[in-house]
């Protein structure tokens, strides 16, 4: 709050011209939308993927804990098909727990250069150990070596502790592959909805809202 006259200064950032895109972004018919939300989100995720931003995969996933608690972090989305969006951690961090605790999950996906939001709902559940290898062997030996090494969401000593940890590994399998770790997999969240949120000027928005019953779903349009 401002002391000199009680009022709470409030952000107002810079307006800024848009990023000009290499691409024309597709537009979604909000007044008659696809049947298929899973095609329709498959194609805003691989619309994101041209953008000129260091990470359009990322994934916002917020869960909660016993109490009802909620927490919320970025990881990176690696795969989205019929079943829904997987990525990987962890299973013994605080998301990790949570998720497998509660069993459910809401997700976010933010693209500023398209003015777009994509938010799903939904069931929690543990990949394969398959996928879950294939995609650690996807990873580069420096983070095959801290998935071991970092003891995530616990409390940390200081740095050199960490770096210690990072050393006895690397010496550990030294001469050879690094193996996942049986606590590091993937999660594939099941979406029961999917909304789509387009955004225009003077917040006069678009958004529609998939809701899973069986294998049908039904849409319906919000108020932005």
Same mark, same amino acid.
């Not at 989205?80 to 990790?96: C, I, L, P, Q």
């Given at each position: 709050?401002?002391?000199?006259? *009680? ?6 950032? $810079?307006?800024?011209?848009?990023? $000009? ?11 008659? $939308? ?6 329709? =989100?498959?194609?805003?995720?691989? #619309?994101?993927?041209?953008? !000129?931003?260091?990470? !359009?995969?990322?994934?916002? +996933?917020?869960? +909660? ?9 970025? +990881?990176? &989305? ?7 969006a997987v990525f990987f951690t962890n299973h013994k961090s605080r998301k990790g727990? #949570?998720?497998?605790?509660? *069993?459910?999950? =809401?997700? &976010?996906?933010?693209?500023?250069? &398209? ?6 709902? *939904? ?23 801290? =998935? ?30 690094? $193996?996942?770790? !049986?606590?590091?997999? *993937? ?7 999917? #909304? ?7 917040? &006069?928005?678009?958004?529609? +809202? ?15």
């Amino acid at each position: 709050m401002n002391a000199a006259n *009680g009022s709470t200064p409030f952000i107002h950032p $810079p307006k800024r011209q848009p990023t $000009p895109l290499s691409f024309t972004p597709s537009q979604l018919n909000f007044d008659a $939308p696809p049947t298929d939300p899973i095609a329709a =989100a498959r194609a805003w995720i691989e #619309e994101s993927l041209q953008l !000129p931003t260091p990470n !359009p995969n990322a994934l916002y +996933v917020a869960s +909660v804990d016993a109490d009802g608690r909620p927490s919320l972090r970025a +990881v990176l &989305l690696r795969a989205f098909d019929a079943d829904g969006a997987v990525f990987f951690t962890n299973h013994k961090s605080r998301k990790g727990r #949570e998720l497998a605790g509660q *069993g459910c999950a =809401a997700l &976010l996906m933010h693209w500023d250069h &398209l003015d777009r939001q994509l938010r799903l709902e *939904g069931s929690v559940e543990s990949t394969s150990d398959a996928l879950s290898d294939q995609y650690f062997r996807e990873r580069s030996r420096s983070k095959q070596i801290g =998935a071991w090494a970092s003891e995530q969401s616990q409390p940390l000593a200081d740095r050199a502790t960490f770096d210690a940890r990072c050393k006895s590994f690397e010496e550990r399998f030294a001469g050879g592959d690094v $193996p996942r770790p !049986p606590h590091w997999a *993937g999660f594939r969240i099941r979406p029961s909805t999917i #909304e789509f949120w387009q955004g225009h000027p003077d917040r &006069l928005h678009d958004r529609i +809202v998939y809701t899973r019953s069986g294998d049908h779903w039904t849409v319906s349009r919000l108020y932005p």
